[in-house]
């Protein structure tokens, strides 16, 4: 009986302390989840089997790793949240996979994205054809984010956390000396003091970071 007990007593912290933990590692859809993301949860899992399993060892021993991985695991989104190229770094960017209906398979072989990948999760959006493609992005969640030819223009965010995204200047056939001038022209002399800019409607349309005041 105290058997039973001791295995009823862990089960319940520890599902009480995963749910916990998972909480304030904040929220997240589970296709949503990054590399880090994943392999956090796959060690929590080890650790809770590992408690239930081994009920000789004292429960704190097994509780220690989850709370050194909870500890990892904020300060990396701490981390993430104050830089844009830490987030890059740990999550990587989206791929363009498909652009102007045409199939990048250069990209495609560098994230090992098959064909059959693409196809799939075009059915998925109920979508026939490569050719009605503007662009196709493969998120670092292995997400397929796809715009159609006949959709709204594809907004690109020019300047995320102070961070410039050069690539994303690059597909509109701009650079770092034109967006800087048209900044200059709103009034905004420091990229670095911008949270979020993007090119719209042919205008910049910007927001500062919250230290500052706001702007368009």
Avoid at 113 to 141: T, W
Wanted: charged share 30%; glycine share 4%; aromatic share 12%.
């Amino acid at each position: 009986m105290e058997l039973y007990l001791q295995i009823l007593f862990r089960t319940v912290f520890l599902y009480l302390l995963v749910l916990v933990v998972f909480r304030l590692m904040g929220k997240r859809e589970v296709g949503e989840l990054s590399i880090m993301d994943l392999v956090v949860f796959v060690l929590i899992a080890e650790c809770v089997a590992f408690a239930l399993d081994d009920l000789d060892k004292p429960l704190f021993e097994n509780v220690f790793p989850i709370l050194i991985l909870l500890a990892i695991q904020y300060l990396n989104s701490l981390i993430a949240l104050k830089s844009k190229k830490i987030r890059d770094l740990i999550d990587g960017d989206p791929s363009i996979i498909v652009e102007d209906g045409v199939i990048n398979q250069e990209e495609m072989r560098k994230q090992r994205y098959n064909l059959d990948d693409l196809f799939q999760q075009m059915r998925e959006e109920r979508i026939p054809s490569v050719q009605q493609i503007k662009y196709a992005f493969l998120e670092p969640s292995g997400r397929l984010s796809i715009f159609l030819k006949d959709d709204d223009p594809l907004i690109f965010p020019l300047i995320v956390d102070g961070y410039i995204i050069d690539r994303h200047l690059k597909f509109l056939e701009k650079d770092r000396e034109w967006l800087l001038e048209n900044l200059k022209k709103k009034g905004y002399e420091k990229p670095e003091d911008i949270f979020y800019c993007c090119y719209e409607n042919y205008d910049l349309h910007v927001q500062l970071k919250s230290t500052n005041k706001n702007g368009t």
